[in-house]
């Protein structure tokens, strides 16, 4: 992994074993794109990849060099000097003006990567990362922006974010400050986004690219359900085993663009950030902005590849703390089992046969604080109910655990509710537009994080019931979106900010729970998977995944998750049925084998199953804290896509290729037919492995592929509704 600066040539060249990247300094100053891809031979003078021709009616910016903005790819453009396809940013000046050119005036390379203020960011030591500050300045307005790229020695990464110091006289409006920029050559690619809405996350989708622009977004104040901030370009001949893809990871919670553009020549421009819709930020002379980081990674190997990259990337470098590669605590969430409706005795009792079940953790959800006995009140009272709660957090806590369980609760921070002792006292504390109507999502409004003394206040109440209890775990949930988005007492000019501070506010909160508690495990969760992102994972290293149990659509949005986030970060339960958000009755010995592929738990009372039905939920706690290594932490490979047939298939592999693990799913039968190979990927091909009562060579399973059938993968069928089945695989010693 090196950098190198070519002084004669005025390029960079970024590269390890894997990848390069190379831009340079354009005539004018302003620095240009050369090359992503595969590594490259470092050579001093690639700059004739860049494009000099004269066309009619494009503006050059050097007639007599056929230099133009337009033509060549840019590193980081703006709007209004000859380059006319969306701008990575823009500055706003004092005399109404906002164009800006940015000149190269230095750059500085450093071993390992700094730490983003107040921002969650990817880490690694001096060994594992080599980073490229590079200076540029715009002489007329005074602002000098630095452009970031970490390059990792392991993994086919670079991490890239911006900042932007206003070293002028004046103060300047930044009202578009994307985190990345990417020209590439070419726009032969498709396009794939991961999109839904509550209780149907994630979904592939694949558009095409063409003249034009695509792009998904978030104006919702978090990242949400509706889209993830994660997007893949990929060559059409590109699947899961094979082919060139990049990804465009944003590590941030908040609203943000992902768009691509192809233009009139057919060059594409990818771009990501925070949402310019949502965003002005004005600066004053000596001010900075920093923003979000874009992780973006490449294969040549196809989409399990590129997911592998980011599953690992995570549990490496984003993940922090204590449960870093650490197996996640099966649990058991009394939600669907009593939703708002319980006492002291009723929580023990299920907590008592989660225990016998072999669980290791509880977790009280809402409903404990308060007059919370439905959904239109007390938030923001984060007090517990006597009636519930008789002897506190702390008496209820100590005797889950005097059972030998862990124990965890709920909260929802950032919200408060029109009927609450918090929103009596304190109604400038809630975003919203004074004199205007207040539109509500579940009853509630969101307390303005933009503001310290909130985030100070909520800080103390939650201190005070953690500090007393004896917690392990808590569940961080976030209910609605962002409407009339207004900082009370704040001037009009500084309103544009209220969003990401909003995110900073939420970010500190994070923070500071977990400097005082730092061996707490956090799962973040909003409806579900609402705020599923890179961003989230830095303070919480796990996310409710959704907060649809229902086992087949589970395999759905499981999968459609894995894109993106490893495994060990997915939240994911075996409930009850009928299913309560689908209706669907789907076999148990199903529910667990989709559960069992995330951070594993139950969410309903196993008190009300029967006998045959309990011993299976202690077979799965059993299988899983057997496996729970690999299961959580091992290679995952998508295998048959859920999105394309009746069927699904997913498997993990152990580092070293001596262990595996095989579910396959039928969501619908398919009557009358054979059920053909599954072939199966990552083994070694060499080794021989024990799967059931038969031994197969790794070559055979993943070139021929083994047989959908009961004698080779025992209890599955096909021909059934719901069926599943899982095959541990073994090397033979
Ligand atoms: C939404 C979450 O996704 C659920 O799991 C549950 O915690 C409820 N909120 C509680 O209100």
């Not at 590129?306 to 099966?330: A, C, D, F, M």
């Not at 862990?406 to 400038?428: C, Q, T």
Request: glycine fraction near 8%; aromatic fraction near 12%; proline fraction near 4%.
């Amino acid at each position: 992994m090196n950098i190198i600066w070519h002084a004669k040539t005025k390029q960079f060249h970024l590269y390890n074993d894997q990848i390069s990247y190379i831009m340079y300094v354009q005539p004018n100053g302003e620095l240009g794109q050369l090359y992503f891809g595969k590594r490259l031979h470092d050579t001093e003078d690639l700059i004739y990849l860049s494009d000099r021709i004269g066309l009619s009616l494009v503006t050059y910016y050097d007639m007599e060099s056929q230099f133009s903005m337009e033509l060549n790819r840019q590193e980081y453009p703006s709007f209004g000097s000859g380059d006319f396809s969306s701008p990575a940013f823009r500055i706003l000046e004092e005399d109404g003006s906002s164009v800006t050119n940015l000149k190269h005036v230095g750059h500085e390379i450093y071993a390992s990567k700094k730490a983003l203020p107040g921002l969650p960011a990817l880490y690694g030591t001096e060994e594992e990362i080599t980073s490229l500050e590079i200076q540029l300045q715009d002489e007329k307005n005074g602002m000098h922006v630095f452009l970031t790229y970490s390059i990792f020695r392991d993994y086919p990464v670079i991490v890239r974010s911006t900042r932007f110091e206003n070293r002028g006289k004046s103060e300047l409006v930044l009202d578009r400050a994307l985190s990345l920029c990417l020209d590439l050559p070419d726009a032969e690619y498709e396009w794939m986004q991961f999109s839904g809405a509550w209780a149907r996350e994630r979904r592939p989708i694949t558009r095409k690219i063409d003249k034009g622009i695509v792009a998904i977004e978030s104006k919702r104040g978090h990242s949400s359900p509706n889209q993830n901030p994660f997007v893949i370009l990929k060559r059409a001949n590109t699947d899961e085993f094979a082919g060139e893809a990049i990804g465009f990871s944003f590590v941030y919670s908040g609203n943000f663009l992902a768009q691509a553009e192809c233009d009139t020549y057919g060059k594409l421009r990818f771009l990501m950030g925070i949402h310019p819709d949502t965003f002005s930020w004005s600066m004053k002379p000596g001010e900075n902005f920093v923003t979000p980081e874009v992780v973006m990674a490449r294969t040549t190997q196809g989409l399990n590849d590129l997911s592998q990259t980011y599953h690992s990337l995570y549990n490496n470098h984003l993940v922090r703390g204590k449960w870093k590669n650490q197996e996640r605590p099966i649990l058991l969430n009394n939600w669907e089992a009593t939703y708002m409706d319980f006492t002291e005795e009723s929580i023990l009792k299920i907590a008592a046969k989660a225990k016998e079940a072999g669980a290791e953790l509880f977790v009280l959800d809402d409903g404990w604080f308060g007059k919370r006995n439905d959904d239109h009140r007390a938030l923001g009272d984060w007090v517990e109910n006597p009636e519930k709660l008789p002897n506190g957090m702390k008496g209820l806590a100590e005797k889950v655990v005097a059972m030998g369980l862990k124990f965890g609760f709920w909260i929802e921070p950032e919200m408060v509710n029109p009927d609450s002792d918090l929103y009596r006292a304190h109604p400038e504390w809630a975003i919203a537009i004074p004199d205007r109507h207040k539109s509500l999502g579940r009853w509630q409004m969101v307390l303005d994080f933009s503001k310290e003394e909130v985030v100070d206040y909520i800080y103390g109440m939650l201190h005070r019931i953690i500090k007393d209890a004896p917690i392990s775990y808590i569940k961080w949930d976030m209910n609605r979106t962002l409407t009339e988005c207004f900082s009370q007492g704040l001037p009009a000019k500084e309103q544009g900010k209220v969003y990401h501070k909003h995110i900073l506010g939420v970010y500190r909160l994070y923070e500071r729970l977990e400097e005082a508690f730092p061996d707490i495990l956090f799962e973040s969760c909003s409806s579900g998977g609402g705020r599923f992102d890179a961003g989230m994972l830095y303070y919480a290293p796990q996310a409710w995944c959704s907060d649809n149990t229902d086992g087949e659509d589970r395999v759905m949005i499981q999968y459609g998750t894995t894109y993106g986030y490893p495994v060990s970060s997915i939240g994911a339960h075996v409930s009850a049925v009928p299913n309560h958000q689908t209706g669907r009755v789907v076999p148990i010995t199903m529910r667990g084998h989709v559960a069992m592929f995330g951070a594993f738990g139950y969410e309903l009372d196993l008190n009300r199953l029967t006998e045959d039905e309990f011993a299976m939920v202690q077979e799965q706690i059993r299988f899983v804290k057997e496996h729970r290594k690999l299961l959580q932490y091992g290679k995952f490979y998508r295998l048959r896509s859920p999105f394309e047939k009746n069927q699904a298939a997913w498997m993990v592999v152990s580092e070293d290729k001596s262990k595996a693990i095989l579910a396959v799913y039928t969501m619908r039968a398919t009557v009358n037919i054979i059920p053909g190979l599954l072939k199966l990927d990552g083994l070694d091909p060499d080794k021989k492995y024990g799967a059931g009562d038969k031994e197969y060579y790794g070559d055979v399973l993943m070139e021929a592929g083994i047989p959908l059938r009961d004698d080779c993968i025992p209890g599955y069928n096909m021909g059934h509704d719901g069926n599943s089945a899982i095959l541990v695989l073994e090397e033979c010693k």
